[in-house]
């Protein structure tokens, strides 16, 4: 396992070291000023890194929570080939399109908003019950300020599918 673990870590600094040089010189290409070109293949390649990131982090809360990162993880990907594939064959005749320098320019907006939702996405989800492998739920994080009615809705919400939650003035069961 440790040396699967040590090729992957070597495979991915390649694949970033030449992702990287041939994204930042299409930004260049693409009228990006060359100090900043460096940027753009952080944010295209960075949203790779970040969405499986999340996937790994909210694979516990089912298929559900995942489409959006993995869509992230798809796109992110698919500009990333496409961008260095473009790169190759920009490169040959050293001629840009200004379609190819519109949409270089449109990606830094974009991944911002679609980081800017994960983000969200994220923080919500750490909020809610995960499910347990005895089909029960529990709470990702807990607010310390809830009050007993939100703690009510937040039992039914939680309770386990044939059971009834508890009406109004009663107290919540004790955890198991």
């Given at each position: ?69 993995w869509a992230l993880l798809a796109g992110g990907a698919l500009v990333s080939v496409a961008a260095n594939a473009l790169h190759a064959i920009l490169a ?85």
């Amino acid at each position: 396992m440790v040396a699967s673990l040590v090729g992957t870590v070597v495979l991915a600094v390649g694949a970033f070291v030449l992702s990287f040089a041939s994204l930042t010189d299409l930004a260049v290409m693409a009228g990006i000023n060359a100090t900043l070109a460096w940027i753009w293949p952080l944010i295209v390649d960075g949203l790779i890194v970040v969405a499986t990131m999340s996937i790994v982090a909210l694979a516990a809360h089912g298929r559900r929570a995942l489409w959006y990162p993995w869509a992230l993880l798809a796109g992110g990907a698919l500009v990333s080939v496409a961008a260095n594939a473009l790169h190759a064959i920009l490169a040959a005749d050293g001629v840009v399109p200004a379609v190819v320098s519109a949409l270089v320019a449109s990606v830094p907006p974009v991944v911002l908003l679609a980081v800017t939702h994960l983000s969200v996405e994220l923080v919500q989800r750490s909020a809610e019950p995960v499910p347990t492998s005895k089909g029960r739920r529990t709470r990702a994080a807990t607010a310390p300020e809830q009050s007993g009615a939100l703690d009510r809705v937040t039992a039914q919400r939680t309770a386990i599918p044939g059971t009834v939650a508890p009406a109004d003035g009663e107290p919540l069961p004790a955890a198991a």
